[in-house]
């Protein structure tokens, strides 16, 4: 769940083409800090999959994820107009058009496909879920490089490839075989995949929104997304694609509710924002390795066990990611030396 705290910062470094070598830790906090505030919002978020599994066996993900934003959204428009006043609620004059799809693909997008991905995906789909998330900064270099039609750096590229083998051994458990025979079951990471691209492009939409503080951006567009989110709940609901849930059911998912609403939807991503604004961003995105590592450690605590073919996946990704941001590393040190 990768919101940037400085967007222009964050695409050219983090997203694989840096202009020049980012500071080691910004003037703003401490450096235990902003590893605590880092290590904290990728915990929640690791957290959020097998938090999922269970809420999913109560209700569909389209109308939890209606529920959730309505409560993370009211916690961000209150810390919005407690930090920024209600200027800062003011849209007049702002691109909404842009904001309103921005905060659609971001926050519905993502939320409706990896929540069906992962209760397609059954049992696997939190260690599933939880692997694509780690590929989201891999996922963000090929959005910025077709952006700018550039291709990325050689290196960079297969450190791309290594991560998304590793991502095949998880869904496939080493059964490459299977995805060519039978794609379609399948379907579920593709959904899943399709989920993470969107909380990407959320995330590059950024750039567009320089004027915008970090928090409002968030708040703007989540409040705007929301309203593409109950339309689609509303629709589900009129042609009985989805049931309206009972008192019994939204009683049910109440703990899941509260967690990623208030947890992982308003303390993880505040959390995340300020440990990237310490540490910088490229520094801060190695801690999305922490993501599939906690979902692994609560899946398997709750009974289900990755398989050595998936470790070792999960393994491939998360060394890819870390390689690749030692790359960009060295790379920015010799851009800057011209």
């Known amino acids: 769940m990768?919101?940037?705290?400085k967007p222009t910062a964050s695409l050219t470094v983090e997203r694989g083409m840096p202009a020049a070598p980012a500071p080691l830790v910004s003037a703003y906090g401490s450096y235990a800090k902003g590893l605590l505030c880092c290590l904290l919002a990728t915990v929640s978020f690791g957290l959020m999959f097998p938090v999922m599994t269970s809420a999913l066996t109560h209700i569909d993900p389209f109308t939890f994820t209606s529920l959730r934003y309505v409560v993370a959204s009211a916690a961000f428009l209150v810390l919005?107009?407690?930090?920024?006043?209600?200027?800062?609620?003011?849209?007049?004059?702002?691109?909404?058009?842009?904001a309103w799809a921005l905060g659609s693909i971001g926050f519905a997008g993502f939320g409706a496909f990896v929540f069906l991905g992962q209760q397609m995906a059954g049992?696997?789909?939190?260690?599933?879920?939880?692997?694509?998330?780690?590929?989201?900064?891999?996922?963000?270099?090929?959005?910025?490089s077709a952006a700018r039609r550039v291709l990325p750096p050689l290196y960079s590229f297969l450190f791309i490839l290594l991560s998304f083998c590793g991502v095949t051994l998880v869904v496939t458990k080493g059964d490459i075989a299977g995805l060519l025979h039978e794609p379609q079951d399948y379907a579920a990471n593709a959904l899943i995949v399709l989920g993470a691209l969107c909380w990407v492009i959320y995330t590059f939409g950024a750039s567009f929104f320089k004027q915008w503080s970090p928090l409002r951006y968030t708040t703007m567009t989540i409040w705007l997304g929301l309203t593409t989110i109950i339309a689609l709940n509303v629709v589900l609901f009129a042609v009985h694609a989805v049931a309206v849930p009972t008192l019994?059911?939204?009683?049910?998912?109440?703990?899941?509710?509260?967690?990623?609403?208030?947890?992982?939807?308003?303390?993880?991503?505040?959390?995340?924002?300020?440990?990237?604004?310490?540490l910088t961003p490229l520094n801060g995105v190695l801690f999305m390795d922490v993501v599939p590592l906690t979902t692994f450690i609560v899946s398997a605590l709750a009974g289900v066990i990755a398989t050595p073919i998936q470790i070792a996946g999960g393994g491939m990704t998360c060394a890819a990611l870390v390689l690749n941001n030692l790359y960009l590393r060295r790379r920015g040190r010799r851009v800057a030396r011209g």
């Open 80 to 98: 919005l107009q407690h930090k920024e006043g209600t200027a800062a609620l003011r849209l007049k004059g702002e691109p909404v058009l842009l």
């Open 2 to 5: 990768n919101i940037p705290t």
């Open 123 to 144: 049992r696997d789909g939190a260690l599933t879920a939880s692997i694509m998330m780690a590929t989201q900064p891999m996922l963000g270099l090929l959005v910025n």
């Open 248 to 278: 019994a059911e939204v009683g049910a998912i109440a703990p899941h509710l509260l967690y990623m609403g208030l947890g992982a939807g308003f303390i993880g991503i505040l959390s995340w924002n300020l440990g990237n604004r310490i």
